[in-house]
């Protein structure tokens, strides 16, 4: 692979989070969870488990936990004023049931790839072994995690699939329902399948303001209400794939 096809993969990969209810192959589900454990992570910790989620029964209850730990989020996100809310729950209250479909539309995804996280595991790691044993060194836990987590959705996209990430609140709803014993933890639940609608390439920022050259270049350092110039930038790059999540406009 060269370097084209591979940014090709990158800036095909977006976030789907509405799916079709077809079926996807049984050994695609194996093809991503085998990319997906090449992930580095700190020590080679490996801190991660996969469980496979496609019992409807199973399913139903996961998705109700969430849209229910959704619901809690949704109530704390109107502390902030409307402009700078999460892009999904940038919507009066009157409207609410379209936040909840922005964020939680996954719903109908034939295969939900839960990863559960084991913080023992992170002892591979020389940082985590220094500090306390489940919660130290949460830097190297949790970008060991993130790092599986990309890793698990660019193996989807790289088969034409679509994943949405679906982090969650709370863990006692899940934990009751998929029945993984302490101190292992839901860390992210991923909806896979055939996108239910066509996302255009992503949205970031441009990459000058983020790189600097031999030292750091002042010009491009935030101040006092910068930082909500940047937010309102993000919200308005993100909105759009949240919308087309419900059919309104282009991701
Ligand atoms: C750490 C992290 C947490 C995220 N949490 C969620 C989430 O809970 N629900 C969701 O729909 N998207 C979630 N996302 C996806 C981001 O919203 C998305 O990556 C971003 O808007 C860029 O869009 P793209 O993935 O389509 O390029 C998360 C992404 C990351 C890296």
């Known amino acids: 692979m060269d370097y084209d096809e591979f940014l090709g993969l990158l800036r095909y990969r977006r976030t789907i989070r509405r799916f079709k209810p077809d079926p996807i192959p049984d050994d695609y589900v194996t093809k991503i969870l085998d990319a997906a454990h090449y992930a580095m992570s700190g020590g080679n910790s490996q801190p991660w488990e996969f469980m496979v989620v496609k019992d409807p029964e199973i399913k139903e209850k996961v998705f109700n936990a969430f849209i229910d730990d959704l619901n809690q989020m949704y109530y704390l996100e109107l502390q902030r004023i409307p402009q700078y809310r999460h892009p999904a729950f940038n919507v009066s209250p009157e409207e609410k049931q379209k936040a909840m479909d922005m964020i939680g539309g996954w719903k109908d995804a034939p295969v939900y790839i839960i990863v559960l996280e084991d913080g023992r595991k992170m002892f591979g790691s020389v940082l985590a072994a220094r500090s306390d044993s489940t919660g130290g060194s949460v830097n190297v836990f949790a970008s060991s995690m993130g ?97 087309a999540a419900i059919g309104e406009g282009k991701a």
């Not at 029945?179 to 933890?185: A, L, S, T, V, W």
């Open 147 to 243: 790092h599986l987590g990309m890793t698990l959705h660019l193996a989807a996209a790289s088969l034409g699939l679509g994943s949405q990430r679906v982090d969650v609140g709370v863990q006692e709803p899940y934990r009751q329902v998929l029945k993984y014993p302490e101190p292992i933890r839901l860390n992210i639940i991923v909806p896979v399948g055939y996108p239910a609608y066509q996302a255009g390439p992503p949205r970031r920022l441009p990459l000058r303001g983020m790189v600097h050259s031999d030292q750091y270049d002042m010009s491009k350092y935030m101040r006092g209400e910068d930082f909500l110039g940047y937010l309102d930038k993000i919200r308005a790059l993100g909105r759009p794939g949240y919308r």
